[in-house]
């Protein structure tokens, strides 16, 4: 199965950029989706296929994919950015998704 | 606007077999040529994919569940169905379930089951 490495905190000052890194074997090839999560609640798409944003997401949210590592970018981090981040893609060799271990993003 | 809605029981005995439905609201579950999905979450850990029903009424499963899941569509009732059987400890999570179209949204709210005597 595909594995998907993420870091499993990061910081962050408010008003600074965050980023989420989601590692894999050339995830470049791939689409990657990212989910936030926040205590309690389920799981909100925030991104997919890289870079795209649902509609009603900040464009705060940003995300970016080459090589082996793809990114979640949220510039201006405020207190309600924290949160647990989830990046998913989907397997083609086995058609099925595999998602992160998740990344708790701590607002400072 | 599509919404999900997870129902069943919270409380299943060891042994015995998870059961939850999925009711779809604000669309039809038959249209658009969409998967169907159930996602897990255990106590303080990570999210864990169940299995998907295709729109064809296939179904793919995460193999380390596959002995024990089924996942069903009632396309008279707009819901889609759960079902886990010999249960432990292990299985007590959220549950979810939530719309496939390469990535998961809507999701449901989740609910908790416990696996417990």
């Known amino acids: 199965s595909y594995v998907l490495t993420q870091p499993p905190s990061v910081s962050v000052a408010p008003g600074q950029t965050a980023r989420i890194t989601c590692g894999g074997n050339?995830?470049?090839?791939?689409?990657v989706h990212w989910y936030q999560q926040k205590p309690g609640q389920a799981p909100v798409l925030v991104v997919y296929?890289?870079?795209d944003r649902p509609s009603g997401i900040p464009e705060r949210f940003s995300g970016s994919n080459s090589g082996n590592t793809a990114t979640l970018t949220i510039s201006r981090v405020e207190a309600g950015d924290e949160a647990d981040y989830y990046c998913?893609?989907?397997?083609?060799?086995?058609?099925?998704?595999?998602f992160g271990g998740g990344t708790k993003l701590t607002v400072l | 606007q599509l919404q999900l809605q997870e129902s069943g029981s919270g409380l299943v005995k060891p042994s015995q077999t998870l059961s939850l439905t999925c009711a779809v609201s604000?669309?039809?579950?038959?249209?658009?040529?969409?998967?169907w999905s159930w996602i897990r979450q255990p106590p303080g850990k990570g999210l864990e994919w169940i299995g998907y029903?295709?729109?064809?009424?296939?179904?793919y499963y995460n193999p380390s569940l596959k002995s024990r899941v089924t996942i069903s569509v009632d396309r008279s009732k707009n819901q889609f169905s759960l079902k886990l059987s010999s249960v432990t400890a292990a299985d007590t999570a959220v549950y979810y379930c939530a719309r496939v179209d390469g990535w998961f949204d809507p999701w449901g709210q989740g609910t908790l089951v416990t696996v417990s005597s």
């Open positions: 029903i295709y729109h064809s009424g296939s179904t």
């Open positions: 296929d890289d870079s």
């Open positions: 998913q893609v989907w397997d083609s060799s086995s058609d099925h998704p595999a």
């Open positions: 604000g669309g039809s579950i038959s249209s658009g040529g969409y998967s």
């Open positions: 050339n995830i470049g090839s791939k689409s």
